[in-house]
C-alpha cells in the first residue's frame, strides 16, 4: 500500500478507460475522489461503482473544455472542500485527420479539451494546495506528444504542451511542496483505442513498435499515476513517465 494521509483528489475524464482506472486506483487506496466528466451518466456511474465497493467517490458533470464552467465547478468545490490535494488532469478527445483537411474546430476542441482545461483546473485548485505546502498534480500526456503522430497534429500539439506546462509549473510550485508530474501512455486499451486493436493487421502494425509486444491495460497507468500522487513520490517533480511498453525509450 502507497501512503496518503486523508487526502481528496479530483480527477479529470474519470467516467472511463485510464481516467476511472485512475479513480478506482486512488479510491482503493483510501482517497476520496471526486469523479469528473463531460457526461454525468458517466461520472455517476464512476462514483457509484466506487462507494459500492467500500471506497469514497462523488460525481461532477463539467465540461472541462469551458474555462467558465471549470471555475465555478472549483470555487463551489472550495466552497465546500478546503483543499483538494490531488489534480489528475485525464480528460481528452481525438479529433484525427491530416493537417490540410483538419477544421478549425477540431483543433479548437482538442486544445480546449486536452490542454487548456489542465491550465483552468491547475489554475483554480492549486493555490490552496501552495497554501498547505502539500499537494500532487499529474497531468496525463501522451507519447504522442514526444514522438508526434501523423493525423494528429491538434493531438499531438495539445500533449506536447502538456509536457511543457508540466515542467514550467513542477519550477513554479516546488518552494511550496507541490510535485507536478506527467504520465505518457503508449497504446492502451480503451474505448478511444478500439478500433486500432479490433483492426488484426493495424494492431499488429502498431505492435511492431512497441518493445514488450502487447497493448497496455488502464491498469498499467493507473498504477504509475497513484505512485506519483502518494507520499512515496514525493521528491519527484517536473518528469514526464513513459508507460508505453518502450516505444520512445
Known amino acids: 500500500m502507497l501512503t496518503f494521509n486523508n487526502r481528496t483528489a479530483l480527477v479529470t475524464g474519470a467516467g472511463r478507460g ?8 486512488l479510491a482503493r487506496q483510501g482517497v476520496s475522489v471526486i469523479c469528473v466528466s463531460k457526461s454525468s451518466d458517466s461520472c455517476g456511474a464512476a462514483a457509484a461503482a466506487i462507494t459500492q465497493a467500500g471506497g469514497k467517490a462523488r460525481a461532477l458533470a463539467v465540461d472541462v473544455s469551458d474555462g467558465a464552467a471549470v471555475a465555478r465547478a472549483a470555487e463551489a468545490l472550495l466552497g465546500e472542500i478546503p483543499v483538494i490535494d490531488i489534480l489528475v488532469n485525464n480528460a481528452g478527445i481525438t479529433r484525427d485527420g491530416l493537417l490540410f483537411r483538419m477544421s478549425d474546430a477540431d483543433w479548437n476542441d482538442v486544445i480546449a479539451t486536452n490542454l487548456s482545461s489542465c491550465f483552468h483546473w491547475t489554475k483554480h485548485l492549486a493555490r490552496p494546495m501552495t497554501r498547505a505546502r502539500w499537494g ?15 493525423g494528429q497534429a491538434n493531438y499531438s500539439a495539445a500533449k506536447a504542451g502538456m509536457i511543457g506546462l508540466t515542467k514550467a509549473l513542477a519550477r513554479e510550485f516546488a518552494s511550496r511542496g507541490v510535485t507536478v508530474n506527467a504520465v505518457a501512455p503508449g497504446f492502451i486499451k480503451t474505448d478511444m483505442t478500439s478500433e486500432f486493436v479490433a483492426k488484426l493487421e493495424l494492431a499488429a502494425r502498431i505492435l511492431e513498435a512497441v518493445p514488450l509486444k502487447r497493448f497496455g491495460e ?5 498504477g504509475m499515476c497513484a505512485f506519483l500522487c502518494s507520499e512515496e513520490s514525493g521528491y519527484i517533480t517536473g518528469q514526464v513517465f513513459t ?3 518502450g516505444m520512445a525509450m
Open 18 to 25: 485510464i481516467g476511472r482506472a485512475i479513480a478506482e486506483t
Open 136 to 150: 500532487r498534480i499529474v497531468n496525463i500526456t501522451s507519447v504522442s506528444g514526444i514522438l508526434g503522430n501523423p
Open 218 to 222: 488502464p491498469a498499467d497507468i493507473a
Open 243 to 245: 508507460v508505453d511498453g
